[in-house]
């Protein structure tokens, strides 16, 4: 798999947190706005993102030319898995946990600006976010929703409500995610296990195996 993804992805899935969730599959679009020394990656890059929630659990899919790629959390444990398949190898990836990462600091900002997005009124906030140098890591424009319960990424777990669009700003990059289907339906618990055939490695695992 292309290292320039890889290290995109692994960029939105450290820091995990729980939260009590509704049961339901979210169909996320995704757009790019790339600089022109980057415009050669976007057939590398994902157009789609499939969310699914379950009290104590979330997973997250997204699937490109390279291959598929799935965020799993499980909160009950506090463990989350990056699943991916490189050189034909199936891996699971172990994911730092909020306690064991860098506290990053945050801004909420709520503004008036509405909009309907798949038959929910949302509303916007802009969240800023600070490394521990005091330094601005991140802005992320979002609109949210207060109908749908719980949140499926750690970056929004202080905002008052569930986003179904954000966009961010990331190694030249701006992404803007649009929520395009909401299903609310039971979710089956083994849609939230890692596959028995799966290798499971710890990050620092996975990073010397990318340094060969």
Do not use: W
């Amino acid at each position: 798999m292309n290292k320039f993804y890889i290290l995109i992805q692994l960029i939105f899935y450290l820091n995990i947190h729980y939260s009590s969730q509704e049961e339901f599959k979210i169909n996320f679009s995704i757009e790019y706005n790339l600089t022109k020394e980057l415009e050669h990656k976007r057939s590398k890059l994902p157009i789609e993102m499939v969310i699914y929630t379950k009290e104590g659990f979330s997973k997250k899919e997204e699937t490109t030319e390279l291959g598929s790629q799935t965020l799993i959390n499980n909160f009950n444990n506090n463990e989350s898995y990056l699943l991916m398949e490189i050189k034909n190898e199936k891996l699971a990836i172990k994911l730092q946990t909020k306690n064991e990462s860098n506290a990053i600091k945050e801004k909420i900002s709520y503004l008036n600006e509405t909009k309907n997005i798949v038959g929910y009124k949302c509303k916007k906030a802009i969240l800023n976010t600070y490394d521990a140098q005091e330094e601005e890591a991140n802005t992320i424009e979002l609109f949210y929703t207060n109908e749908i319960k719980g949140f499926f990424d750690v970056k929004f777990q202080n905002i008052n409500g569930f986003p179904l669009q954000y966009s961010l700003e990331t190694n030249g990059m701006n992404i803007i995610y649009t929520a395009s289907n909401i299903e609310v339906k039971k979710m089956n618990i083994k849609t939230f296990e890692i596959p028995d055939n799966y290798k499971v490695l710890s990050m620092s695992q996975f990073q010397q195996m990318m340094l060969h």
